[in-house]
């Protein structure tokens, strides 16, 4: 998986975001602090992994599925892969 390898500094920035987000929507609820602003973070926090998503799915499918060295049935099985793991992200 180079395009993670290649892409690990930034990927890592947005993990340790989100992280930080995490942390502060359990010490706002542990401070039962208002809704508002605990919806407001957890709002945040997706935002941030549909980032990372986007980010990490992006690269697959350019290095993966647009490499022209692989077969057509190979790419039709990551094409397969690819959409069990989009439906299983968007339930």
């Given at each position: 998986m180079a395009h993670t390898v290649s892409s690990k500094k930034k990927l890592l920035s947005r993990i340790r975001k989100i992280k930080g987000q995490a942390s502060a929507v359990e010490k706002s609820l542990e401070n039962e602090s208002d809704c508002?602003?605990?919806?407001?973070?957890?709002?945040?926090?997706?935002?941030?992994?549909?980032?990372?998503?986007?980010?990490?799915?992006?690269?697959?499918?350019?290095?993966?599925?647009?490499?022209?060295?692989?077969?057509?049935?190979?790419?039709?099985?990551?094409?397969e892969q690819i959409i069990s793991i989009i439906k299983s992200y968007l339930k």
């Open positions: 508002q602003l605990i919806l407001q973070q957890v709002a945040a926090i997706k935002g941030a992994i549909n980032g990372l998503m986007k980010e990490v799915l992006e690269g697959h499918l350019r290095e993966h599925l647009g490499a022209k060295e692989i077969s057509e049935q190979q790419r039709n099985e990551e094409i």
